[in-house]
Nanobody
Framework: QVQPVESGGGLVQAGGSLRLSCTSS????????VGWFRQAPGKEREFVAA????????IYGDSVTGRFTISRDHDKNMVYLQVNSLKPDDTAVYYC???????????????????WGQGTQVTVSS
């Protein structure tokens, strides 16, 4: 069983950057597609980005395209989310998720992912 574990959140000023990291306890992330979602208070969980297993094709949510980059390092069992040009609207808890069956057609739906981390808080001040 894979269990994602996030780190790297924090407080940053608008325009700043952070790198969020996701690793796993239990099974390696290498055999799984890995995604990032975020959830702000009072809002639904929103798709941010995902990367496939293997060669690592990527997809992004419309609100982060061009500012966020997802990548993975199989040797280190890590998936990263580089978040640049942060805005106050990016403030949320960011969750890492993994699944070995998800396809890009359904990857934007949170319910299609099976394993979730506890989340890491990102707060962007104006």
């Amino acid at each position: 069983q894979v269990q994602p574990v996030e780190s790297g959140g924090g407080l940053v000023q608008a325009g700043g950057s952070l790198r969020l990291s996701c690793t796993s306890s239990g099974s390696s992330l290498s055999s799984y597609a890995v995604g990032w979602f975020r959830q702000a208070p009072g809002k639904e969980r929103e798709f941010v980005a995902a990367i496939s297993r293997g060669e690592g094709s990527t997809i992004y949510g419309d609100s982060v395209t061009g500012r966020f980059t997802i990548s993975r390092d199989h040797d280190k069992n890590m998936v990263y989310l580089q978040v640049n040009s942060l805005k106050p609207d990016d403030t949320a808890v960011y969750y890492c998720t993994a699944d070995d069956k998800v396809t890009w057609i359904i990857a934007r739906q949170a319910v299609k992912w099976s394993a979730w981390g506890q989340g890491t808080q990102v707060t962007v001040s104006s």
